[in-house]
């Protein structure tokens, strides 16, 4: 399935006393990567929003291995479980700059009609751009 690569830098305001990424933080950099995922097939967050799409997190599981220290250069990789329905599932693995695996998530987010607020199938638009 499709995947994406991003890379950032760990900000010192990411971190805790201790200089170690703060475990809630983790969301944030899976939703960059997710961004970053839908912005290689054309499209934000923000288009998807003005053309009537929302896509709430409805799970969201992360298993810690190791943790980013301040001034990491971290990558995360995003991939797609499956060809979305209702719900579209993403895959994710985040290494430091030297290889180690840091964590392991999976997301599960489902599209949402904005006028209606009711749930809807994935827009054509994503699938054909993953067929």
Same mark, same amino acid.
Request: aromatic share 12%.
């Given at each position: ?29 899976? $939703?960059?990567?997710?961004? %970053? ?12 929003? $003005? ?19 301040y001034d990491d ?15 579209? %599932?993403?895959?994710? %693995? ?11 998530? %999976? ?20 699938? $054909?751009?993953?067929?």
């Amino acid at each position: 399935m499709k995947k994406n690569l991003t890379k950032l830098r760990v900000r010192y305001a990411e971190t805790d006393q201790m200089g170690v990424v703060y475990y809630g933080n983790y969301a944030q950099y899976l $939703e960059q990567g997710r961004t %970053e995922w839908l912005r290689e097939l054309g499209f934000s967050y923000k288009w998807m929003e $003005e053309n009537n799409v929302l896509l709430p997190v409805t799970n969201l599981n992360i298993n810690y291995k190791l943790p980013a220290r301040y001034d990491d250069v971290i990558s995360i990789t995003t991939s797609l479980k499956n060809i979305p329905t209702f719900k579209i %599932e993403f895959y994710y %693995e985040i290494h430091n700059q030297l290889g180690e695996l840091l964590i392991s998530a %999976e997301t599960t987010l489902v599209f949402i009609n904005a006028t209606s607020n009711k749930l809807m199938k994935a827009p054509n638009y994503l699938l $054909e751009k993953l067929t």
